[in-house]
Structures are given as structure tokens and as C-alpha cells.
């Protein structure tokens, strides 16, 4: 199809920017102008896609002239700009190191500290913000409610900081009265804080905001040009830029937008804004002159003629509907108009690929960040790089106490600390066991069904690190304490684990239900002791539990949200109890290990070998001839019976087979376990042989 006018010869020559910005199209073809700029020979998205920004940028401006561009081609424009605004480095300019009671997200002092499932914590202000997506540390997903505060911490802190607490606590009334449009009484607070703390990043964007909201819009500007930010703070580096939006510098606001989107690729009202804004810029069209000019006019946002600001809650801060051009001082408007409002297309994607183009330089970046920070060292006063100023390092000595870190369960100092949605802070262990029992916070008893089926039981890192710091010798206590809980539990011949429910056997499959609480614990010990094998014997009336058993060894398990698990077991070694007791509710036993006496003589081997392969074949006839639902039965829940081994005495136990035919033989259990603590394989193989040759005397249907 050519896209010349007809009666031309259609030739594959190399169109040209002339070509498209003539007009040149085909009517009579019904040729979408738009789609052959994005979808033609180099679309904008493979343009794009390579890193071509001053391609794509002309591609984009073109497509424009044409109608509105699909989601998908913004969004990998957006992302080409992303990736060549990264190459500048900017973003290993700014890496500064953190105070260890900062916020990560804000980098201010953690005020009233929410602890989220990941185990790090962010002060409350910012975990109520929907801006807020995922955590500043490890990038993991913000749960659905911020959660509430951590409860050791805030009752800490506010000993040991009341001052900064107090600052807190005065940007909370600031947001309030905005909230409330009582701008007046807001800036009144702020300036009486500025007072104290000049240097507080967050009271003076409040103050550039509520200054736009009060239409003093040149106070607003040189307010937020004088904000010297760390860059490493998403929000405010997002409402630095939306305020240079809403007075008109464009291209300043789209830098901060991209740094934003620098600092989570998820930022979607950053997003939101980049997109606007490169519509807005590159947007050329003849038709949209007259009014692009009424816009100018009137201060070249509409945004400007609404005289109060609405909700900004669904991106976590408020927006900036701020105030009427007509009462604009006349310099203020042409400031404000002068941000390319009046430039042509061609002259539009210029002046942005000049910005935006990996080959501009670095200085045209770091203008934004650098212009408050030069303004400030030619006055003589150098502003303070992070947000967090205050002098917040050190804790009196005489306000530090131990107690104040102690489980409230155990009432030791925390090991391994766990923080639940409540706020509620306990040892990781203290807790699991109480969850064993009931689903509930042990101190306020709100539902942790959630978090119990999430199952995450992440440390809590600043308490951790507050503990390493404070009370370094009693934190090694403990540790070295807990280490020797776990040794004591890791042996395997004293205080044996056992599981007193069923029959086991050496190489027998054995999954098992575990709802008690009793055995949860068990369960989960054996799990983080790293031995992860247990004993397993059938109850005895007088003693408790059977005086044999066979340890079971963990190949798997999987937690129900419940808090039950589905533990996936294979039978191990034989073992006699020699002496009984408890622990913590569930039994244990110090033991003696059983293995087979191997046969020396040689004739006598090989009739032991003879006998087994003859209960082998005398087996697999009877297994044979069982009922198909018999059958399919056995080899769902124990699998198919092993191979005839050839060594019969390789291992201490003797042939797997003999332990699969215990183990599926309708007999009693008392007599399954008189087999088991046999140390002579031939007796073995004899009992196993009466009872297959009783078996085979009578119908199958009276087997079972």
C-alpha cells in the first residue's frame, strides 16, 4: 500500500521527517497517520524499547498531531526516559547513610514506628500514606493496613526523645488543619516550628504548599527552591515536583517525577505525572493554539483557577488546587507562562530531548537538586543535606533499662523479637508457642489469623540492632543461653523427641496430621534444631509409650493457615527406650539404637538368604491376589513394596521389604511391635512367613 497520492509509482525510498510533517497521507486508503508513525517500518516502542529517546521523542510529538497515544506507548516512552535518565549516575550521587532511629522512607526521625511482616519499620506518618507502596528497605509489598505502632518502641522513644516526639506530633496538627482548610493556622504552626528547626525539610514544603493554597505563589516558589532535599525521600521529592508543576516549571517537575520513578519503578502517581506532562509538552497540534493561549492566560493550568485544594488521599498527600490567576501579581504570570508554553512542536521535543536525551549534561540534572543549596551558600548559610538534622543519635545514659526490652511472656531479654500486626512485640519462639494454642495477640487478644497464615515471623530489625547497641553483653547472654536450649534438643540418644501415635518402620513412608499444640511445638523444633528427626511409638497403658520405636525423620512439611500441619515422614533407625520423661507437654526418652546381628558363617547366610527370597516371592503372590481396592489402597498411602536385595545384610535393619510387609499386614499392632524389636533378621523373616501363609488360607475379603 503506498502512502503517497495516487498516480504515483510506489517506491521503497527512505521516508523522511518532511514526509510526515507534509501531510503527504493517502485519503483515499483511509490511512491512520498515527499508526504508521507507531507501528511502521521503527515504531515508537522498538525505538524506544532500544534507548533511542530523540527517535522516540519525534516519533511521539508526530503521532500526537494525530490524536491521543495509547497506553502502551507512553509507558515504554516513560520507561526509555527512566532508563536514560539512570545512565547520569544521579542516583549513586545521593546515597546517604541513615541515623539508626530514622525513618526509611522519610528519613526523619521514627516517630511513633509501625513494624510491618518484612521486620522493618517506618514511622507512622509515612505508613499511612498510600504513597507509600512497598518497604523502603527491602522492597517488599506495604500490606493492605499500615498496621499499628510498635508498642516497645513508642513507649522507648518517647522517653528518650520527648522533643522530637513533640515535632511529630506538630506536623500531625499541620496536616490536620490542611486537611481542614484552616491554611491560616496552619502556616501559623509552621512558622512557629521553622522557628526552632530552620532546617526541617517537611515544615518548609508545607509551608511552599500552604503559601500556593494562600495564592502567594512567588513566596511558594522561592520557599521550595530554597528546600535542599535528601533524594532519597520519594514524597518529597514528588511534592517538591508538584509544586514546580503547579507554578508552571515543567521540565524541573519531570526530573523529580523520573527521580521518583528512579526510586520505585511503581510510583504511580509519579507516573501519572510524567505523562501528563510529556502530552502536555509535546502535544503541537495547530487546532490546540488558541487554546494553549487562553490556558497561558490563565496562568497555564487549570488546576490554578480552583481557590481550594481537593483530596489528595488516594496518593497519600493533598494536591494543589490552589489559586485564581487574576489575582496574580502580573510578574509572577509571565514567570509562571515562561516554562515553553508557547514553543511549537518540533521546538517542544527539542527543548526535551535537550533535558531528557542521555547526551545532555549532567549539569542540566543536577540543576534541580543544586539551585536551593547554591542560593543558601550565597547567602551564608548552608542547609543541612538530609531531612533528618535532629540531634537524635545519642540516648542518656540513665534513660537506658534493660527492662524495657523484655518478653512479656518469657520475661527475658527478646530473642530473635517478632513484632504482630497489633504492635505487640514477643520472642519469636514465645509466640509461636502461643499461637500453638490460640490464633490471638496474648496481650490485647486481636485475631492474628492472617499473620499466622502468612507465617512469616520476620525479626524485628531496629529492635535487634537497639539490643546489639545498649545492651551488647546481655544480648550474648541470651544468645548463648538460647544456643544451649538448642544443643540440649539436638541430641539424639537423650531427650528424644517422641511422637506417641502409631506404628512406624525403618524405610516406611509415615505422614502424619499435627494439630495438637504439644506437637506443633515438637514439630518445629526438630525444624529449627536442624536435626529434624523424632521418635515415634504406639501408647502403652502403664508406661505411657511402648518401650520400642523407630525414629521417623522429616522429609517435608506443610502449614495449614491454621496453624495444623501435613508432615511428610520416612521411618529410620529402631531404637529401645531406656528411660522416660516430659517436656514442655510432649514426650521424651533417652534411647539405645537396635541393629540386626549379622550372620558370620557362610552356610548359614546363604539359607537366610534362601529363606528371605521365599517369603520375598511367597509376598508378592499374596499382594497379587488382594482385592484391587486392597490393593491400591497399600500402594497410595505406603507405595510399592521395594526390590529383592540381593545383600541382605547391608544395612543394620535388614531388607526394606520385610518393613513394608510388617507395615501393610492387617495384624496387631502388639504383635507388629514384637517384629520390631527383633535384633535377628531370621526370626523376622519367620514371623512374616506364618503370618502370609495364615493370610493365604483364608478368602482376601477376610483379611482386611
Avoid at 230 to 240: I, M
Avoid at 566 to 578: A, Q
Wanted: proline content about 5%; overall charge negative; some cysteine.
Amino acid at each position: 500500500m503506498s502512502f503517497l497520492k495516487a498516480g504515483t509509482e510506489e517506491q521503497p525510498a527512505e521516508r523522511t521527517w518532511d514526509f510526515y510533517e507534509g501531510g503527504e497521507w493517502d485519503v483515499a486508503t483511509h490511512v491512520d497517520p498515527q499508526q504508521v508513525l507507531l507501528s511502521g517500518d521503527e515504531p515508537l516502542v522498538a525505538t524506544a524499547a532500544q534507548g533511542r529517546l530523540k527517535e522516540a521523542l519525534d516519533s511521539f510529538a508526530m503521532a500526537l498531531r494525530y490524536g491521543s497515544v495509547g497506553p502502551e506507548q507512553l509507558n515504554t516512552l516513560l520507561d526509555c526516559l527512566l532508563q536514560n535518565y539512570l545512565k547520569t549516575g544521579l542516583m549513586a550521587s545521593y546515597t546517604p547513610d541513615g541515623e539508626l532511629l530514622d525513618c526509611p522512607a522519610c528519613h526523619r526521625f521514627l516517630a511513633d514506628p509501625v513494624t510491618w511482616d518484612c521486620g522493618h519499620s517506618h514511622c507512622k506518618r509515612c505508613a499511612q500514606q498510600s504513597l507509600l507502596t512497598k518497604c523502603s528497605v527491602c522492597n517488599e509489598k506495604v500490606p493492605s493496613g499500615c498496621g499499628k505502632p510498635n508498642v516497645v518502641l513508642v513507649s522507648v522513644l518517647e522517653r528518650w526523645f520527648p522533643r522530637e516526639i513533640q515535632i511529630a506530633r506538630a506536623i500531625g496538627e499541620i496536616e490536620d488543619q490542611v486537611k481542614r482548610r484552616r491554611f491560616k493556622e496552619a502556616l501559623a504552626l509552621v512558622n512557629r516550628h521553622l522557628v526552632t528547626d530552620p532546617e526541617d525539610t517537611l515544615l518548609r514544603i508545607y509551608r511552599a504548599e500552604i503559601y500556593l493554597m494562600l495564592q502567594q505563589c512567588n513566596a511558594a516558589f522561592e520557599e521550595i527552591e530554597a528546600v535542599n532535599l535528601n533524594f532519597k525521600w520519594k514524597e518529597g521529592c514528588f511534592r517538591k515536583g508538584k509544586i514546580l508543576k503547579d507554578i508552571g516549571h515543567t521540565e524541573q517537575s519531570l526530573q523529580l517525577f523520573l527521580h521518583c520513578l528512579a526510586l520505585d519503578e511503581d510510583f504511580t502517581p509519579a507516573k501519572r505525572e510524567i505523562e501528563q506532562g510529556l502530552c502536555g509538552l509535546l502535544c503541537p497540534g495547530p487546532e490546540n493554539v488558541k487554546e494553549q493561549l487562553r490556558e497561558t492566560m490563565l496562568c497555564s493550568s487549570s488546576c490554578f483557577r480552583s481557590k481550594v485544594p481537593y483530596d489528595f488521599a488516594s496518593e497519600g498527600r493533598l494536591s494543589h488546587k490552589y489559586c485564581d490567576a487574576d489575582q496574580l501579581p502580573e510578574e509572577q504570570v509571565l514567570k509562571r507562562t515562561s516554562s515553553a508554553p508557547h514553543l511549537s512542536g518540533s521546538e517542544k521535543g527539542t527543548l526535551l530531548k535537550r533535558k531528557l536525551s542521555t547526551s545532555a549534561k549532567e549539569a542540566d540534572y543536577r540543576k534541580v537538586y543544586d539551585d536551593g543549596h547554591n542560593k543558601q551558600k550565597k547567602k551564608g548559610t548552608i542547609v543541612a543535606a538530609t531531612a533528618s538534622s535532629l540531634n537524635h543519635k545519642e540516648v542518656p545514659h540513665e534513660l537506658i533499662d534493660v527492662t524495657d526490652f523484655e518478653c512479656s511472656l518469657c520475661m527475658r531479654l527478646f530473642y530473635e523479637p517478632v513484632t504482630t500486626p497489633c504492635g505487640h512485640t514477643f520472642c519469636k519462639s514465645c509466640l509461636q508457642r502461643c499461637l500453638d494454642h490460640s490464633p490471638q495477640c496474648p496481650l490485647c487478644k486481636e485475631s492474628l489469623k492472617e499473620y499466622l497464615a502468612c507465617r512469616k515471623y520476620n525479626m524485628s530489625h531496629l529492635i535487634e540492632k537497639l539490643l546489639h547497641k545498649y545492651f551488647l553483653m546481655e544480648h550474648l547472654e541470651r544468645k548463648r543461653i538460647h544456643n544451649e536450649e538448642t544443643m540440649e534438643l539436638s541430641d539424639l540418644t537423650k531427650n528424644v523427641p517422641v511422637f506417641v501415635c502409631t506404628m512406624a518402620y525403618p524405610t516406611v513412608p509415615c505422614p502424619l496430621h499435627v494439630f495438637e499444640p504439644r506437637y506443633r511445638l515438637m514439630i518445629r523444633r526438630c525444624m529449627e534444631t536442624g536435626t529434624r528427626q523424632f521418635g515415634m511409638c504406639i501408647s502403652d497403658p502403664q508406661k505411657g509409650f511402648a518401650d520400642y520405636g523407630c525414629i521417623l525423620q522429616i522429609r517435608s512439611v506443610h502449614f495449614l493457615p491454621d496453624g495444623r500441619s501435613v508432615v511428610d515422614t520416612i521411618g529410620g533407625k529402631r531404637f529401645k527406650v531406656l528411660q522416660r520423661g516430659m517436656r514442655d507437654g510432649y514426650c521424651v526418652a533417652d534411647i539405645e539404637y537396635l541393629e540386626d546381628i549379622r550372620v558370620q558363617n557362610e552356610e548359614e547366610l546363604h539359607k537366610l538368604q534362601e529363606l528371605h527370597d521365599q517369603v520375598y516371592m511367597q509376598a508378592c503372590t499374596w499382594f497379587q491376589k488382594l482385592e484391587n481396592r486392597f490393593r491400591c489402597q497399600i500402594l497410595q498411602h505406603f507405595g510399592p513394596m521395594p526390590e529383592r536385595e540381593d545383600d541382605i545384610q547391608a544395612t543394620p535393619n535388614g531388607p526394606a521389604c520385610c518393613w513394608w510387609l510388617l507395615a501393610v499386614l492387617p495384624v496387631d499392632p502388639r504383635y507388629q511391635l514384637s517384629v520390631l524389636s527383633m535384633m535377628s533378621l531370621k526370626e523376622r523373616l519367620i514371623k512374616i512367613q506364618h503370618i502370609l501363609t495364615y493370610l493365604q488360607s483364608i478368602p482376601s475379603e477376610q483379611s482386611f
